[in-house]
């Protein structure tokens, strides 16, 4: 059975999608198609993404735990059940505060 036919159309826990992994970031796509994905990491702490921009606005809720993301050098401190909007060909970057995972939504347009 693949990942698409084990995701489709059935409840999920979502957090329960990637487990944490020591020194490093897991990712999991869910949705992969030409107009969006949506990807789920899981960060060890002090994990980080450095400052890079996308093409495309993007949506990120915080599954679990803590993380600090930078937006056009402004720092937003993130929890669980929080969510920001990452605007287009804005600089952004990340750092783990805590373990912690992310829903990151991406639509193209």
Same mark, same amino acid.
């Given at each position: 059975?693949?990942?698409? &036919?084990?995701?489709?159309?059935?409840? +999920?826990?979502?957090? $329960?999608?990637?487990?944490?992994?020591?020194?490093? @970031?897991?990712?999991?796509?869910?949705?992969?198609?030409?107009? $969006?994905?949506?990807?789920?990491?899981?960060?060890?702490? %002090?994990?980080? #993404?450095?400052?890079? =921009? =996308?093409?495309?606005?993007?949506? @990120? &809720? /915080? @599954?679990? %735990? &803590?993380?600090?993301?930078? /937006?056009? %050098?402004?720092?937003?401190?993130?929890?669980?059940? &929080? #969510?920001?909007?990452?605007?287009?060909?804005?600089?952004? %970057?990340?750092?783990? +505060?805590?373990?912690?995972?992310?829903? #990151?939504?991406?639509?193209?347009?």
């Amino acid at each position: 059975m693949t990942d698409k &036919e084990n995701l489709v159309s059935k409840v +999920l826990d979502l957090a $329960g999608l990637v487990d944490y992994q020591s020194g490093t @970031v897991v990712s999991r796509t869910i949705v992969n198609k030409k107009t $969006g994905t949506v990807t789920l990491f899981a960060f060890d702490a %002090g994990e980080a #993404l450095s400052e890079h =921009a =996308a093409p495309f606005d993007a949506l @990120v &809720e /915080i @599954v679990d %735990g &803590e993380v600090e993301i930078k /937006i056009s %050098g402004q720092p937003y401190k993130l929890k669980k059940g &929080e #969510l920001i909007i990452m605007p287009a060909n804005e600089p952004h %970057g990340l750092k783990a +505060l805590t373990k912690f995972k992310m829903l #990151l939504t991406m639509i193209k347009s």
